[in-house]
């Protein structure tokens, strides 16, 4: 990669006020130093008052950065679909907004991008969360690979760097965190050229998970469900 390198920058953003203005500094000081053409959009999806406040700050003290709300909770897939609509440069890269993931590593995504790739997809060097999430993310992962043939060591990594003109090739329908599984499938079959680099990753320091409990485990099962259907045996929305 070089000086002229063009990234979109986009984070959905939950309630996530104890590290979004860290994540902010830190990207906007990765990007200065690499040089990059970049922008950054945060993709607030129905924060609460006391989030709005501080992302009414950053754009203030960052000129460089847009926030796009939604007003009502739209889901982790609706934020990433709508940070994925607004991408406007020729790299897409994204990770989530609870900082578990180190911004600055974009370098070494960047580092892994070229002419023949498409897709450059981080995974865990070691998972630092709660003994159960490590279980249960374990049995996604495995369970998810099986079922969709996938081939990436870490499907659940949301730390990744995108060419945007996969989106003209695939088009993303869910809402929720099934997304992630909808995506790398979809780019598999549509070719997607893929590289793989290992990431850090940190224990959460602010906020709790939305996804391990219960009833979202259950809706999650049963969304992976017809999404399977409509993949290998319907062979739809490819």
């Known amino acids: 990669m070089n000086e002229k390198t063009s990234v979109s920058i986009f984070y959905p953003c939950y309630n996530d006020w104890g590290t979004m203005g860290s994540m902010i500094m830190f990207s906007v000081q990765t990007a200065e130093r690499l040089g990059l053409d970049y922008d950054i959009t945060i993709i607030d999806d129905g924060s609460e008052p006391h989030t709005l406040q501080l992302l009414e700050e950053i ?7 847009r926030v796009l709300r939604h007003e009502h909770n ?33 370098e070494q995504l960047l580092e892994k991008a070229g002419p023949g790739v498409d897709i450059v997809q981080g995974y865990k060097i070691s998972r ?72 850090h990753h940190y ?26 259907v409509r993949l290998t045996l319907l062979r739809r929305d490819v």
């Not at 754009?59 to 950065?65: C, H, I, K, N, S």
């Not at 599984?181 to 997607?192: F, I, N, P, V, Y």
């Open 203 to 228: 224990q959460r320091a602010h906020g709790k998970s939305q996804f391990f409990n219960f009833r979202r485990i259950a809706r999650t099962l049963w969304q992976l469900s017809g999404l399977w």
């Open 74 to 106: 739209r889901g982790y897939g609706g934020a990433l679909r709508s940070g994925f609509g607004a991408a406007t440069k020729e790299w897409i890269f994204y990770t989530d907004g609870d900082a578990q993931y180190d911004v600055r590593e974009l």
């Open 59 to 65: 754009e203030r003290a960052y000129p460089q950065v």
């Open 128 to 199: 630092h969360d709660p003994l159960h999430r490590i279980i249960i993310g374990r049995i996604y992962h495995w369970g998810v690979k099986m079922a969709f043939g996938l081939k990436v060591r870490d499907v659940d990594c949301d730390f990744r760097l995108m060419r945007r003109a996969v989106f003209d090739q695939i088009t993303l329908v869910s809402d929720s965190g099934v997304i992630c599984c909808e995506m790398m499938a979809k780019m598999h079959r549509a070719g997607c050229r893929f590289v793989e680099t290992p990431v």
